[in-house]
């Protein structure tokens, strides 16, 4: 390892260790502006530079282009490096407009840092300044061309980090121009990146524009909750509101940077208007009330019920949006109460995905995001990252940016900001194509007699051979069997449910085959891990609920952090179910159909304002801190009231957990116990973590050694014969407008795109449709309407609907989903 001195302080560091990382290890920031650690070097701003004293250079050069060698000697305060860089900020705002009092970046701008630091106060140069036009580049992000300083971050990151081509350099020389051929929304699902990364005020949040100062703002690190992956993430608060979200480091999650949907879905927390509009009243019976007098009278009903009826007469539901809090306190809720419950689940075959990925994910076949970078091989099976956790995409595109082949065997048309190889297949054949692409590097497994994995790499073995593979997937066998660190990643939404158990036993058996190989589950929501884990051995799903209601077996319906009627599948159904209850208790922050229907509401306090726990996809704990005190938020530009009082409307809202233990009387010595104290009561992997908080911020991974092989994944479903239904209606997640966030969040509206079915082109000339065309899709319960994709990315007999918030879908009476092609008209 290299050791060199710089600024008389020696230090060693590892090979490849660029001199301006060695200088931070010290505590040394040698000012840049093109040098980011996640895009590496570029030498383009000529900030960076330092005095080379002795070693392989000698003189001013550029600490970013220079790796660190045994016997340097640097000098970051050398007057020549010093003047160097002076000269640097004196040309750089030679052009640059004196707009900080009017600039949303003023007070967190790396240009104002740096002039102020360099000591540059005066423009000596007489001429006019250059001036650009600036372009529309969507609703989140605000163009100020003016203020570029030619670094090439922005274009670094989008083109090559994110994959993106639509915004880039134009022109050549001082007339370089930063920005799309033509005006136009930003493609790239990934483009909020661009405030954080600009060192200047070129790229701003649209959405917090002229509303804030960095010094005015109450910040505290959080957690992104759009998906399973748990980004770290700091929350930005102002007047009893969040402002902005923005990308915290987290080396092992999300690295630097964060999806638009993270981003920018906060919208829900602030209030909203008209139908968005929080609820931040409880209720009972449709008139607004206290808070006490809510929490009391659901105590009231929930115990003249029990006494009534008997306990298993009320029944308990949450949601994968839930925090470990909620479902731990619903889970020892139902324990110690005798309630029916709690079910996270709506959909059987998606609770026994989700808790097959639980228990199959162990220590020894984990890994995370930064290790799917470094894979040599990915293996998408049955998953959509762009849609159901985008930043998974990102990491597969560094992957791939390594020269690692991709592979993606799934049944929509999936799309991945990198070179990928894509086998359409229906959801019963994901696990034969996956079978044939691992066999040939496994193979020798089987010949080891005594191995745990022998018979489960014999029956995979027999799988593969079912029928002959395609001839691009025997190319990918063949780099499979080369690699050393392939990385399988499955999902759980429109997969089989044996697929999981598969994919992890597929995952072991390279293991086994001497290679570093893991395996990354995709899971439905930011709760799914815990849901999985506090569900178990119950395999009872809302489904079950709901007929227990219509027979007159549960009375009251408790649900915290839940909308019944944003997920079930049969919106008719519940409807008339509801109406059987003598109860329906909504514990929320959303002003959901479940809100609007519930004889009593008490509003529930979000993550922003007092904090959650989740467990991401990988079984890592994450932690978010609040933010911000509850209460009704005040819009930018008010001034808050000037008559003083203790009340602040919602100020005194609890957590859902809270309430949760208030409604139910647990029993308690000292007020409402805390978390530390009743989650290892359901959960006994949290005993022994600590208090308060009971762990650190980026936690450590809840996994065991490892369950060993099963096989389970040998109970398959059947493809369809003769005279079976002729499609499979597969129901997905989009990044925009599936999730409940979606629907609550109208800082998300101008994301979201009108819905689409996706139909393999065999099938559509078979139906007589063409790409465009709008069709009538019936259903058990009705029908909806909807425009159609044609692509020969779909599998065959398979359609592909989104979970829309602009589309009726809610008519099923069941999964999955089998339609006639007569049942499709087109319109």
């Given at each position: 390892?290299?050791?060199?001195?710089?600024?008389?302080?020696?230090?060693?560091?590892?090979?490849?260790?660029?001199?301006?990382?060695?200088?931070?290890?010290?505590?040394?920031?040698?000012?840049?502006?093109?040098?980011?650690?996640?895009?590496?070097?570029?030498?383009?701003?000529?900030?960076?530079?330092?005095?080379?004293?002795?070693?392989?250079?000698?003189?001013?050069?550029?600490?970013?282009?220079?790796?660190?060698?045994?016997?340097?000697?640097?000098?970051?305060?050398?007057?020549?490096?010093?003047?160097?860089?002076?000269?640097?900020?004196?040309?750089?705002?030679?052009?640059?407009?004196?707009?900080?009092?009017?600039?949303?970046?003023?007070?967190?701008?790396?240009?104002?840092?740096?002039?102020?630091s360099?000591?540059?106060?005066?423009?000596?140069?007489?001429?006019?300044?250059?001036?650009?036009?600036?372009?529309?580049?969507?609703?989140?992000?605000?163009?100020?061309?003016?203020?570029?300083?030619?670094?090439?971050?922005?274009?670094?990151?989008?083109?090559?980090?994110?994959?993106?081509?639509?915004?880039?350099?134009?022109?050549?020389?001082?007339?370089?121009?930063?920005?799309?051929f033509s005006?136009?929304?930003?493609?790239?699902?990934?483009?909020?990146?661009?405030?954080?990364?600009?060192?200047?005020?070129v790229?701003?949040?649209?959405?917090?524009?002229?509303?804030?100062?960095?010094?005015?703002?109450?910040?505290?690190?959080?957690?992104?909750?759009?998906?399973?992956?748990?980004?770290?993430?700091?929350?930005?608060?102002?007047?009893?509101?969040?402002?902005?979200?923005?990308?915290?480091?987290?080396?092992?999650?999300?690295?630097?940077?964060?999806?638009?949907?993270?981003?920018?879905?906060?919208?829900?927390?602030?209030?909203?208007?008209?139908?968005?509009?929080?609820?931040?009243?409880?209720?009972?019976?449709?008139?607004?009330?206290?808070?006490?007098?809510?929490?009391?009278?659901?105590?009231?009903?929930?115990?003249?019920?029990?006494?009534?009826?008997?306990?298993?007469a009320?029944?308990?539901?949450g949601?994968?949006?839930?925090?470990?809090?909620?479902?731990?306190?619903?889970?020892?809720?139902?324990?110690?109460?005798?309630?029916?419950?709690?079910?996270?689940?709506?959909?059987?075959?998606?609770?026994?995905?989700?808790?097959?990925?639980?228990?199959?994910?162990?220590?020894?076949?984990?890994?995370?995001?930064?290790?799917?970078?470094?894979?040599?091989?990915?293996?998408?099976?049955?998953?959509?990252?762009?849609?159901?956790?985008?930043?998974?995409?990102?990491?597969?595109?560094?992957?791939?940016?390594?020269?690692?082949?991709?592979?993606?065997?799934?049944?929509?048309?999936?799309?991945?900001?990198?070179?990928f190889?894509?086998?359409?297949?229906?959801?019963?054949?994901?696990?034969?194509?996956?079978?044939m692409?691992?066999?040939?590097a496994?193979?020798?497994?089987?010949?080891?007699?005594?191995?745990?994995?022998?018979?489960?790499?014999?029956?995979?073995?027999?799988?593969?051979?079912?029928?002959?593979?395609?001839?691009?997937?025997?190319?990918?066998?063949?780099?499979?069997?080369?690699?050393?660190?392939?990385?399988?990643?499955?999902?759980?939404?429109?997969?089989?449910?044996?697929?999981?158990?598969?994919?992890?036993?597929?995952?072991?058996?390279?293991?086994?085959?001497?290679?570093?190989?893991?395996?990354?589950?995709?899971?439905?929501?930011?709760?799914?891990?815990?849901s999985?884990?506090?569900?178990?051995?119950?395999?009872?799903?809302?489904?079950?609920?709901?007929?227990?209601?219509?027979?007159?077996?549960?009375?009251?319906?408790?649900?915290?952090?839940?909308?019944?009627?944003?997920?079930?599948?049969?919106?008719?159904?519940?409807e008339?179910?509801?109406?059987?209850?003598?109860?329906?208790?909504?514990i929320?922050y959303?002003?959901?159909?479940?809100?609007?229907?519930?004889?009593?509401?008490?509003?529930?306090?979000?993550?922003?304002?007092?904090?959650?726990?989740?467990?991401?996809?990988?079984?890592?704990?994450?932690?978010?801190?609040?933010?911000?005190?509850?209460?009704?938020?005040?819009?930018?530009?008010?001034?808050?009231?000037?008559?003083?009082?203790?009340?602040?409307?919602?100020?005194?809202?609890?957590?859902?957990?809270?309430?949760?233990c208030?409604?139910?009387?647990?029993?308690?010595?000292?007020?409402?116990?805390?978390?530390?104290?009743?989650?290892?009561?359901?959960?006994?992997?949290?005993?022994?973590?600590?208090?308060?908080?009971i762990?650190?911020?980026?936690?450590?991974r809840?996994?065991?050694?490892?369950?060993?092989?099963?096989?389970?994944?040998?109970?398959?479903?059947?493809?369809?014969?003769?005279?079976?239904?002729?499609?499979?209606?597969?129901?997905?997640?989009?990044?925009?407008?599936?999730?409940?966030?979606?629907?609550?969040?109208?800082?998300?509206?101008?994301?979201?795109?009108?819905?689409?079915?996706?139909?393999?082109?065999?099938?559509?000339?078979?139906?007589?449709?063409?790409?465009?065309?709008?069709?009538?899709?019936?259903?058990?319960?009705?029908?909806?309407?909807?425009?159609?994709?044609?692509?020969?990315?779909?599998?065959?007999?398979?359609?592909?609907?989104?979970?829309?918030?602009?589309?009726?879908?809610?008519k099923?009476?069941?999964?999955?989903v089998?339609?006639?092609?007569?049942?499709?008209?087109?319109?």
């Amino acid at each position: 390892m290299p050791r060199l001195i710089i600024d008389e302080r020696e230090i060693e560091v590892p090979e490849g260790t660029k001199v301006i990382d060695a200088a931070q290890r010290l505590g040394i920031v040698i000012p840049r502006f093109c040098y980011h650690e996640a895009l590496g070097s570029v030498g383009a701003c000529r900030m960076c530079a330092v005095k080379f004293l002795q070693g392989p250079f000698k003189g001013v050069q550029m600490s970013c282009m220079v790796d660190a060698r045994d016997g340097m000697v640097v000098s970051t305060t050398d007057e020549e490096a010093v003047q160097f860089r002076q000269r640097v900020i004196e040309l750089l705002m030679m052009n640059h407009p004196l707009d900080c009092p009017v600039c949303d970046e003023g007070g967190q701008c790396l240009l104002q840092d740096e002039t102020v630091s360099g000591g540059h106060a005066r423009r000596r140069f007489p001429g006019p300044k250059r001036t650009y036009r600036d372009q529309y580049l969507g609703p989140y992000i605000k163009h100020e061309m003016n203020r570029c300083i030619h670094c090439y971050r922005c274009s670094r990151f989008y083109q090559e980090f994110c994959g993106y081509r639509d915004l880039g350099p134009l022109q050549i020389g001082s007339r370089m121009y930063f920005g799309r051929f033509s005006d136009g929304p930003l493609e790239s699902p990934f483009s909020g990146n661009l405030v954080d990364i600009c060192p200047t005020g070129v790229y701003t949040d649209k959405t917090a524009r002229f509303k804030l100062r960095r010094w005015d703002l109450q910040r505290a690190p959080s957690v992104c909750n759009q998906c399973s992956l748990g980004c770290a993430t700091v929350a930005n608060g102002h007047y009893r509101g969040v402002m902005r979200i923005e990308a915290r480091f987290n080396r092992d999650v999300n690295g630097y940077f964060l999806c638009d949907a993270g981003r920018f879905g906060f919208s829900y927390a602030n209030g909203g208007q008209g139908r968005r509009e929080r609820p931040l009243l409880p209720r009972i019976a449709g008139v607004s009330a206290s808070a006490p007098s809510a929490l009391a009278s659901a105590r009231e009903a929930l115990e003249n019920i029990s006494q009534k009826y008997g306990p298993r007469a009320i029944a308990a539901a949450g949601s994968n949006r839930s925090s470990l809090e909620s479902q731990a306190m619903l889970a020892l809720i139902c324990k110690t109460r005798d309630w029916r419950g709690p079910v996270f689940f709506f959909d059987p075959s998606e609770r026994g995905k989700t808790v097959a990925a639980v228990q199959e994910l162990s220590s020894d076949i984990a890994v995370s995001m930064r290790e799917i970078e470094k894979a040599d091989l990915v293996i998408v099976a049955g998953a959509d990252p762009l849609n159901e956790a985008p930043m998974c995409a990102l990491a597969i595109r560094q992957a791939a940016r390594k020269n690692a082949p991709i592979v993606t065997i799934d049944s929509r048309p999936l799309f991945l900001p990198c070179e990928f190889t894509h086998f359409p297949v229906a959801p019963e054949k994901i696990e034969h194509y996956l079978a044939m692409l691992v066999w040939k590097a496994v193979e020798k497994v089987a010949e080891n007699p005594g191995k745990d994995a022998e018979m489960f790499c014999r029956q995979l073995g027999a799988l593969s051979l079912e029928s002959a593979p395609p001839e691009a997937m025997a190319a990918f066998s063949e780099l499979l069997l080369a690699s050393k660190r392939p990385v399988i990643i499955c999902g759980t939404d429109v997969t089989r449910e044996s697929t999981p158990s598969f994919a992890a036993g597929c995952a072991r058996l390279l293991k086994c085959a001497q290679k570093e190989a893991g395996l990354f589950f995709l899971l439905p929501g930011a709760g799914s891990f815990g849901s999985a884990l506090l569900s178990g051995t119950q395999s009872q799903t809302f489904g079950d609920l709901v007929e227990d209601i219509e027979k007159g077996v549960v009375r009251a319906l408790v649900v915290s952090e839940c909308d019944p009627f944003h997920y079930y599948p049969d919106h008719a159904r519940l409807e008339r179910a509801v109406s059987k209850l003598e109860q329906l208790i909504a514990i929320d922050y959303f002003p959901s159909e479940t809100v609007e229907r519930a004889s009593i509401f008490y509003p529930a306090s979000t993550v922003f304002e007092t904090g959650s726990t989740y467990i991401n996809q990988e079984g890592r704990l994450r932690f978010a801190q609040p933010v911000h005190c509850g209460g009704a938020p005040i819009s930018p530009g008010e001034h808050p009231p000037r008559v003083y009082s203790g009340l602040v409307p919602g100020g005194d809202h609890l957590p859902a957990w809270k309430a949760l233990c208030q409604i139910a009387s647990m029993p308690r010595e000292d007020g409402v116990p805390a978390p530390e104290k009743f989650i290892p009561s359901v959960l006994p992997a949290f005993s022994g973590l600590g208090a308060g908080p009971i762990y650190p911020v980026d936690g450590p991974r809840l996994l065991s050694p490892g369950p060993g092989f099963t096989s389970q994944w040998s109970q398959r479903g059947e493809e369809a014969g003769e005279g079976a239904p002729d499609f499979e209606l597969l129901l997905v997640e989009w990044m925009f407008g599936t999730s409940e966030f979606a629907a609550w969040s109208d800082s998300l509206d101008a994301a979201v795109c009108e819905p689409h079915m996706s139909i393999n082109t065999k099938d559509a000339a078979r139906a007589g449709l063409s790409d465009g065309d709008r069709v009538s899709v019936e259903l058990d319960g009705g029908a909806f309407e909807i425009a159609v994709s044609v692509s020969e990315r779909t599998a065959e007999k398979v359609l592909v609907v989104p979970r829309h918030q602009l589309l009726d879908w809610q008519k099923i009476k069941g999964f999955p989903v089998r339609i006639l092609a007569g049942k499709i008209r087109k319109i």
